[in-house]
């Protein structure tokens, strides 16, 4: 027995590994496939469908104008509600996170709301609440504001959809912020504003950039929430996503992802940009510059 | 600027972190709180900073009521055990931060707060580091800089939270005797909290040892060593040999072990504490005390020679524990296993409900002959 044993101890590790959690090669096997299957395969797609064009045809295609006024359209919503997301974003997980309240737990639960209603779901819902005889809607029509079936309610829409996505990136970053670092910047005379300013806020900074990006590309390619408040008047209320719709409906698949490429390079770039950024950020202050 | 905590109490929800506590910390002088966690040290320094409130009390800095006044109007300087550094900021900044945040009327320029930034970052060494950021810093370097800040608006008042907790022992010595530099360099009244009481009988000027809310004694170092006055405090500060016992007569006993005591007590129950340097060693007993001991280890790091000693043919609930020099150690070398026998030289008495103790001085002279040679 003593023998089998020391063979056992004797054996050398040849080809064997020696990571702590078994499995590294099925695992990272099994990610790679579903990451290409999942996600590339269909990138890949729009690609083919689009080499079929020739570059003239592609250009011509994505800068027809009423594609290039629903560009600007998508644009300048999707830059407005993730900024409101942005600050109101900030105010919920600030909430969230430095007050004790009742109700508090489920207020943390509604936050997800968006992410688990079904986006056509929240457009009618909003629809209804913003038009002339809705809740919200005769309110507003009396301060003289018109939001649903206008590029406002495409706002409305884009800012309920992706609220989550600047609260629960912010969140944990808050939750970690040491208390010790206000008190210490109030024993040195700081008024509030300025804690906040000089001492929460770059703690902050990368989270909030990042939540707000992914509420921004979230919002670039949002469509069901969108198109039932919109009204979808051409060259006023149409989103990118809706003219990908009609082309679609028009059994132009070409155009269609010809101008979806354009949304998806759009959103990668930002994102990569925003990474690298925000790298390079968290570098300086993990003091490895 | 002299420092008054007046009848003091704080709560947290139902449990009372502060009973009426009142001290008064005098200008200019070094006070250390000292006391086990959870004894409100901590909580008292919040509240003297302003970082905390009290339920009931007053604090007064100077003889003024600063009690309903910010922390940021206040003007003190607080470092934090783990110190709080702005890691987004470089060392100089941080420094900054307290001048760049007064008000514009006193605010200096910003080439005098460059200035002034220099000055301190020649004050704590560390000139070269400037423009790091805290990350690229060491822990003792880190509180270095968290001092600076904290004094580069020449607050008159210091208060330090477990200034040295974090750090390894050589930087811990360092830094304490540093500070103690500064202190009497600069002369501001400073309060720090500790649970090391080596460290609050080394830095301090004055030591208030506390305990489940409350001062248990005031003193100066030497006086509090010398006169604990509760056996709370005997306990906390160093190992103290416990002789539980009865009195009958004039002797103190508990199985084999006796000691006479000097007076003559009515018959109680009793407990005699003795201190590691206020017992001898002798190889048999004394007409004063026969404490018979199987010796259990000899430690000869440091400066004296430890000897821990199991009571032999009586108890005791912990170990006890005699420092002897080198030089008698050398001269009559104790091996573990050997039988000795302890004899006080001076001993506190605490009588069977008495809150304080009696100290109790015996004569050695006599008796070393007697027994032979003791150590």
């Not at chain 1, 409101?84 to 430095?98: D, E, I, K, S």
């Not at chain 1, 829409?157 to 600047?166: C, G, L, N, Q």
């Not at chain 2, 206020?278 to 005390?289: F, G, N, Q």
């Not at chain 2, 010796?295 to 004296?304: F, N, T």
Request: some cysteine; charged content about 20%.
């Amino acid at each position: 027995m003593s023998q089998s044993a020391s063979r056992a101890i004797g054996r050398p590790l040849v080809g064997r590994s020696k990571r702590v959690l078994p499995g590294f090669g099925l695992s990272l096997g099994i990610s790679l496939l579903f990451v290409s299957l999942v996600l590339l395969l269909p990138v890949t797609g729009l690609v083919v469908e689009t080499s079929g064009m020739s570059w003239d045809q592609f250009w011509f295609v994505i800068t027809d104008p009423r594609v290039v006024e629903s560009y600007k359209v998508t644009l300048w919503t999707a830059l407005s509600a993730s900024l409101f997301n942005g600050l109101f974003g900030l105010l919920l997980a600030w909430v969230l996170v430095r007050y004790d309240f009742p109700g508090k737990r489920l207020v943390d639960a509604v936050v997800d709301l968006p992410f688990a209603l079904p986006t056509a779901v929240a457009g009618i819902t909003l629809a209804t609440l913003f038009a002339e005889t809705g809740w919200y809607g005769q309110l507003l029509a009396r301060l003289g504001l018109e939001v649903a079936f206008t590029p406002l309610g495409i706002v409305v829409a884009m800012a309920f959809t992706s609220i989550p996505f600047v609260v629960r990136t912010v969140q944990p970053v808050l939750e970690e912020i040491a208390p010790e670092d206000e008190e210490a910047a109030m024993s040195l005379g700081a008024r509030d504003a300025r804690v906040f300013r000089k001492v929460l806020f770059p703690a902050l900074w990368p989270a909030i950039v990042t939540g707000v990006a992914l509420s921004f590309t979230r919002s670039l390619g949002e469509f069901g929430a969108i198109i039932f408040i919109a009204g979808n008047t051409p060259y006023v209320s149409e989103v990118t996503s809706l003219m990908i719709f009609v082309r679609l409906q028009e059994y132009d698949y070409a155009a269609a992802s010809a101008i979806a490429s354009v949304v998806l390079i759009t959103s990668l770039t930002l994102l990569f940009l925003i990474n690298l950024w925000q790298s390079r950020y968290l570098r300086r202050l993990e003091g490895r510059r | 600027m002299s420092i008054v905590v007046d009848g003091i109490s704080k709560y947290f929800g139902n449990f009372q972190a502060l009973h009426d506590v009142s001290l008064e910390l005098p200008e200019g002088k070094l006070t250390a709180l000292l006391g086990p966690s959870g004894s409100g040290k901590t909580t008292l320094l919040r509240i003297i900073a302003g970082l905390e409130s009290a339920e009931r009390g007053r604090i007064l800095f100077n003889g003024q009521d600063v009690t309903a006044l910010h922390v940021r109007d206040r003007n003190i300087g607080f470092v934090f055990q783990h110190y709080a550094l702005f890691r987004h900021l470089t060392v100089a900044q941080n420094i900054a931060f307290g001048l760049d945040a007064l008000p514009r009327r006193e605010r200096p320029s910003k080439p005098e707060i460059r200035k002034r930034v220099a000055e301190l970052l020649e004050m704590i060494q560390l000139p070269h580091l400037a423009n790091r950021y805290p990350s690229q810093l060491s822990g003792g370097q880190k509180q270095r800089v968290a001092l600076a800040r904290a004094l580069a608006t020449q607050p008159r008042i210091l208060l330090l939270d477990e200034p040295f907790g974090a750090l390894d022992a050589r930087v811990r010595k360092d830094l304490r005797r540093w500070l103690r530099a500064l202190h009497d360099e600069f002369h501001f009244t400073s309060v720090f909290v500790t649970h090391d009481q080596e460290e609050a009988l080394e830095l301090s000027d004055q030591v208030v040892v506390m305990s489940q809310g409350r001062v248990e004694q005031v003193d100066a170092p030497a006086a509090l060593y010398a006169r604990p006055d509760s056996r709370f405090v005997f306990d906390f500060l160093g190992h103290v040999n416990v002789l539980s016992g009865r009195i009958q007569g004039q002797v103190l006993r508990q199985g084999e072990a006796w000691v006479r005591l000097p007076g003559q007590p009515p018959e109680q129950d009793a407990q005699l504490y003795l201190r590691p340097h206020e017992v001898r060693l002798v190889p048999k007993p004394t007409p004063h005390a026969c404490l018979p001991f199987t010796v259990e280890a000899v430690s000869l790091i440091g400066a004296e020679v430890r000897v821990e000693l199991s009571p032999a043919g009586w108890e005791s609930e912990e170990i006890w524990e005699v420092g002897i020099s080198h030089g008698e150690f050398a001269r009559q070398p104790l091996a573990r296993g050997d039988r000795w026998y302890a004899t006080p030289d001076v001993g506190h008495l605490f009588l069977a409900h008495a809150e304080k103790p009696d100290t109790l001085h015996w004569e050695p002279a006599h008796y070393l002959e007697a027994a032979g040679s003791g150590i």
